[in-house]
């Protein structure tokens, strides 16, 4: 099986995008199932279900989040209906929502898909070591595939949720920093990794915000209000193969395209 995972999507910019490029990148490279951060995806911040509804309708199968998913208030209600958006499982008890999932390919191959976030700089949640071991048990009797979106700031955390999941699911992906790493590997016993999948977005920006205010911020630190800039839309993911009987991956390829990229794929304006 083919999979894709894409980068943090940042407001209408990163919604073009996939509108655009995604079926064309899915025929490209004949992938079977789509995952994608879409935490950011209303307005850099959170998401609604109009906007939720409109990536699946543009080939996203499961999407994923982090820390900002509840940043639009409709999303406590939208969370706790669509199975298919996710939020860190190792939010307190209580939580509207679900850390896993487990979808479908096109042609009735099972997925499992993981969300946790990481705690150092991060909000103090529950432990995402001790949890992701839980929903990873909970998936595997349904699914060989199994993704994994750990949400964190700290490089260090995130390779060590490499090497703690190595072995026990297909893919784990860093989400959050916004910025594409280029240590995409497979570790020893079969799961590919990648620290940080990058920002499906404005590049030309501070991790997808106009630079003007974010600069503003540095430079004084007062407040100042954030919206997504609009140059040099990018879409970032990665790519793994993976074996339907083992779960283990094959192959591992990092993904950064502009708009005139994915129009040569195939894609449409």
């Known amino acids: 099986m083919r999979l894709l995972f894409i980068g943090d999507i940042i407001g ?25 951060n879409a935490e950011n995806s209303a307005a850099g911040f959170g998401i609604t279900k109009d906007i939720g509804d409109t990536l699946l309708e543009y080939g996203v199968d499961v999407m994923t989040s982090g820390n900002h998913v509840w940043d639009k208030r409709e999303a406590l209600d939208y969370i706790a209906t669509e199975r298919r958006l996710l939020r860190p499982a190792n939010y307190p008890a209580g939580a509207p929502g679900r850390g896993s999932y487990v979808a479908e390919s096109g042609d009735g191959r099972p997925v499992g898909v993981v969300n946790v976030m990481g705690r150092v700089f991060m909000t103090p949640i529950d432990d995402p070591f001790a949890v992701v071991l839980k929903e990873i048990e909970a998936v595997r009797g349904k699914a060989r595939i199994v993704i994994v979106d750990f949400h964190a700031e700290a490089t260090s955390e995130k390779v060590a949720m490499g090497w703690h ?50 600069l503003s911020r540095f430079l004084t630190g007062l407040p100042a209000k954030f919206e997504p800039a609009t140059g040099n839309p990018r879409l970032n993911g990665v790519i793994v193969d993976a074996d339907d009987a083992t779960g283990k991956a094959t192959r591992i390829m990092r993904v950064n395209l502009a708009e005139r990229d994915l129009l040569a794929l195939g894609g449409t304006t």
């Open 12 to 36: 209408r910019p990163g919604r073009e995008l996939l509108r655009k490029g995604l079926k064309g990148l899915v025929n490209h490279h004949g992938v079977d199932f789509v995952i994608a």
């Open 165 to 214: 999941l190595d072995g026990k699911v297909t893919l784990v992906v860093g989400t959050h920093t916004h910025v594409q790493t280029g240590d995409e590997r497979i570790l020893p016993n079969g799961t590919a990794y990648l620290t940080d999948a990058g920002m499906t977005g404005p590049h030309d920006s501070i991790i997808g915000m106009e630079r003007e205010p974010a």
